[in-house]
């Protein structure tokens, strides 16, 4: 796991004038459920001092919706699915979304809203499926409108 970090830190430095950060995230594995519990902690926790994961970048649960994968800035932790092995470009484009909030939040870069710090994690994470002739509306069934509203400041 060491050496994927290290060659997509250094390619989305690379190609996304991120800063490079050499000290590496917690990887954590976690089921279904806890994820969900996760995000919904972290939801609570919005409306009140302290970290909070990504809410608007996830998807609700429910029906065939699911959390793909989070990042816990305070904690400095990208939780992946129990079943995540890395064998597909569409498994890493989950860790690549995620590096690049780590590596935003290890720089200290600001964001008008949580849309705004999306949208270059959406940016990397397509790129990354493109160079495997990949999209993400079809690996992730995220239509040009959902990443619309995802990506920008709505208020």
């Known amino acids: ?3 994927l970090l290290t060659v997509l830190v250094a390619w989305l430095s690379a ?21 969900a519990d996760i995000r919904y902690a972290r939801l609570g926790m919005a409306r009140s001092p302290g970290p909070a994961a ?4 996830m998807a609700p649960l429910g029906n065939h919706h699911a959390v793909f994968a989070i990042y816990d800035n305070a904690s400095r932790t990208i939780y992946l699915p129990q079943n995540w092995s890395g064998k597909t470009p569409r498994e890493v484009s989950l860790l690549v979304h995620e590096l690049v909030h780590h590596l ?6 600001k964001y008008y809203c949580p849309g705004e710090r999306e ?19 079809d ?14 400041c709505l208020h």
């Open 1 to 3: 796991m060491q050496t």
């Open 15 to 35: 190609n996304f004038a991120l800063p490079a950060d050499s000290v590496p995230p917690t990887i954590q594995m976690v089921s279904q459920a806890q994820m």
């Open 54 to 57: 990504e809410p608007e970048r």
């Open 104 to 109: 935003q939040n290890a720089a200290g870069l």
């Open 119 to 137: 949208k270059l994690a959406y940016q990397a994470q397509a790129r990354w499926l493109e160079m495997f002739g990949k999209n993400i509306a």
């Open 139 to 152: 690996e992730f069934e995220l239509d040009p409108m959902t990443l619309l509203l995802r990506t920008n």
